[in-house]
T-cell receptor, first 111, second 115 residues
Framework: GENVEQHPSTLSVQEGDSAVIKCTYS??????FPWYKQELGKRPQLIID?????GEKKDQRIAVTLNKTAKHFSLHITETQPEDSAVYFC??????????FGKGTMLLVSP | DAGVIQSPRHEVTEMGQEVTLRCKPI?????LFWYRQTMMRGLELLIY????????DSGMPEDRFSAKMPNASFSTLKIQPSEPRDSAVYFC?????????????FGQGTRLTVV
């Protein structure tokens, strides 16, 4: 199965700073790379995704970059706001992998 | 569509009792997943179904756990007998289409407390 690792496990930033979370995976056949956000007490929800034919995708303050050769992809959040505080999960899919999530990164944005 | 629906939202039970969690996936979704979430272990995949057939149950912790999907619109996760270490939030998620390489939609979860 897919081995998925996220770094860091926790991240504290000041409002307005940028945040970067990295996800590494093992299955070279993975071809879909989503990021989910889970606010406290709520369900995980997709915030951005990328497919293997694209190197970068941006949606307002969030972006995802993909390095298929090195088997990692990253979530970038610019101009962070307190409402960005949440746990973020990656879940690379494709090939023989099932829907395996990383352990999550807790992002805390301080005003 | 109302999204993935789980019931109950909260369950408190005594050790040794049987617990049944329920999930209604989004209509037309071919994949259904059950997860257990704890602070220590994150989101653990327990089992998933494709077109109502269990495909991978390697994440089911032990024989006390069982899951069924009798039809495309309903699945259950049963714990018998329950133990305090089973306390967690259990999520159900569904994915549309032939390939699972697309967005997963989660239910609101069931918070289980075993005392």
């Amino acid at each position: 199965g897919e081995n998925v690792e996220q770094h860091p496990s926790t991240l504290s930033v000041q409002e307005g700073d940028s945040a970067v979370i990295k996800c590494t995976y093992s299955d070279s056949a993975s071809n879909y790379f989503p990021w989910y956000k889970q606010e406290l007490g709520k369900r995980p929800q997709l915030i951005i995704d990328i497919r293997s034919n694209v190197g970068e995708k941006k949606d307002q303050r969030i972006a995802v970059t993909l390095n298929k050769t090195a088997k990692h992809f990253s979530l970038h959040i610019t101009e962070t706001q307190p409402e960005d505080s949440a746990v973020y999960f990656c879940a690379p899919q494709g090939g023989y992998s099932t829907l395996t999530f990383g352990k999550g990164t807790m992002l805390l944005v301080s005003p | 569509d109302a999204g993935v629906i789980q019931s109950p939202r909260h369950e408190v039970t005594e050790m040794g009792q049987e617990v049944t969690l329920r999930c209604k996936p989004i209509s037309g979704h071919d994949y259904l997943f059950w997860y257990r979430q704890t602070m220590m272990r994150g989101l653990e995949l327990l089992i998933y179904f494709n077109n109502n057939v269990p495909i991978d149950d390697s994440g089911m912790p032990e024989d006390r756990f069982s899951a069924k999907m009798p039809n495309a619109s309903f699945s259950t996760l049963k714990i018998q007998p329950s133990e305090p270490r089973d306390s967690a939030v259990y999520f159900c998620a569904s994915i549309p289409g032939v390939s699972m390489n697309t967005e997963a939609f989660f239910g609101q979860g069931t918070r289980l407390t075993v005392v």
